[in-house]
């Protein structure tokens, strides 16, 4: 992994730990990515509701979107909380099952938070950049997810 990716590994891992609330230190998250990472435009985390029926926007900083709830099976964040595994959209016009949110978006990659093995929420990324997610990206969000996932 890139030495950007485990700096801010280290980071979010304090922010982990900090006894925050957790709305606070996923906020905080979204922010720092989005500040640090060039291709990461928006980024939120959709959390499962009571019921297991949907996904309701917690926190995001990038542009506000109209998408607080997300029924499960549902575009890309839909499909991630259905399957518990992470997709990457490298170009979001391919993908059928998706929910658009601005006409600027070019790609996605959406990560799950599992819970002792059970789905609880997710980290949502979109980029203005055409293909921009690789290996490095998804193994540096897996080990976000896993960090996070105490919070749950
Ligand atoms: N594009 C997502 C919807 C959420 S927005 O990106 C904020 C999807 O297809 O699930």
């Not at 230190?25 to 009571?50: A, P």
């Not at 929910?99 to 789905?119: H, M, N, R, Y």
């Amino acid at each position: 992994m890139n030495k950007d990716f485990t700096l801010l590994l280290q980071i979010i891992g304090s922010y982990a730990s900090s006894g925050e609330e957790r709305s606070e230190i996923l906020y905080n998250t979204c922010k720092l990515l989005k500040d640090k990472v060039y291709h990461y435009d928006w980024v939120g985390f959709y959390v499962l509701d009571g019921q297991g029926s949907k996904l309701l926007l917690e926190t995001y900083y990038g542009k506000p979107t109209e998408h607080n709830a997300i029924s499960i099976g549902k575009g890309v964040c839909g499909q991630v909380a259905e399957n518990k595994k992470l997709k990457t959209v490298q170009d979001i016009r391919q993908e059928k099952n998706y929910i658009a949110c601005s006409l600027d978006v070019q790609s996605e990659i959406v990560v799950p938070i599992l819970k002792d093995g059970k789905f609880v929420a997710e980290i949502d990324i979109d980029s203005h950049s055409p293909a921009p997610f690789t290996i490095d990206d998804e193994e540096f969000l897996t080990s976000l997810c896993q960090k996070l996932s105490v919070l749950f």
